[in-house]
């Protein structure tokens, strides 16, 4: 089984939809989990930490489900600028030293 | 703030070259430091972190290596490219005091040709 395993997608979308991805990890004393984001060509950049409740940051949502060993976002009211791919990141390190260990992406296109 | 540079942006070797990436990072002291590489349609692969001044810890066997010689300051090398060693090198920063969330900068793209 793979680490951190994604739907390597793309995921096609008209604008204005609502998309949903899901990521699940192996290692189940895993503490620490993120969502980034990566346009083509560019570096990755945190789209958010995702929390055991569960956090909204405005159209995102990111959810753990910790017994299943998986993570998801949800996009609401897709934009053309939500085209990107959405990397999903497992912390394997300890206290005080992070060892992310990311998906390999799913690939998101939004179209007009 | 902090800001992280990397450089060069891109760069294209012969095999059996030798390899010289540097990283600095600004507005904060003692971060960990940290290598990955993303090849063509893979995820991201941690190659090397540190923790601190002089210290380095390798990920995987590979034909690289690091260093730390300042604070904020990282550099991965190579004696002699491979082929396989192509891809885009991220050089990241974080700060346990500050959540440690992980933060990359521009990336290389390296071709070894």
């Known amino acids: 089984r793979k680490e951190v395993e994604q739907d390597p997608g793309p995921f096609n979308v008209p604008e204005g939809a609502t998309v949903a991805f899901n990521c699940t990890y192996s290692?189940?004393?895993?503490?620490?989990f993120f969502w980034y984001r990566q346009d083509c060509r560019k570096e990755p950049k945190l789209l958010m930490s995702?929390?055991?409740s569960g956090n909204e940051d405005g159209r995102f949502t990111a959810q753990l489900n910790r017994a299943s060993q998986y993570i998801s976002l949800l996009i609401r009211d897709s934009k053309l600028s939500d085209s990107a791919t959405y990397l999903c990141?497992?912390?394997?390190?300890?206290?005080?030293?992070?060892?992310?260990?990311f998906g390999t992406g799913t690939r998101l296109l939004v179209s007009p | 703030s902090q800001t992280i540079h990397q450089w060069p942006a891109t760069l294209v070797q012969p095999v059996g070259s030798p390899l010289s990436l540097e990283c600095t990072v600004e507005?904060?002291?003692?971060?960990?430091l940290y290598w990955y590489r993303q090849a063509a349609g893979r995820g991201l692969q941690l190659l090397f972190y540190s923790v601190g001044i002089g210290q380095i810890s390798s990920e995987v066997p590979q034909n690289l290596s690091a260093s730390r010689p300042q604070d904020r300051q990282f550099i991965l090398s190579s004696k002699k490219l491979l082929l396989s060693d192509s891809g885009f090198y991220l050089c990241a920063w974080s700060v346990p005091a500050a959540g440690n969330t992980i933060y990359f900068g521009e990336g290389s793209w390296l071709t070894v040709v």
């Open positions: 995702v929390y055991s």
């Open positions: 507005g904060t002291s003692n971060p960990n």
């Open positions: 990141v497992v912390n394997f390190g300890h206290t005080g030293f992070q060892k992310l260990v």
């Open positions: 290692n189940s004393a895993s503490q620490s």
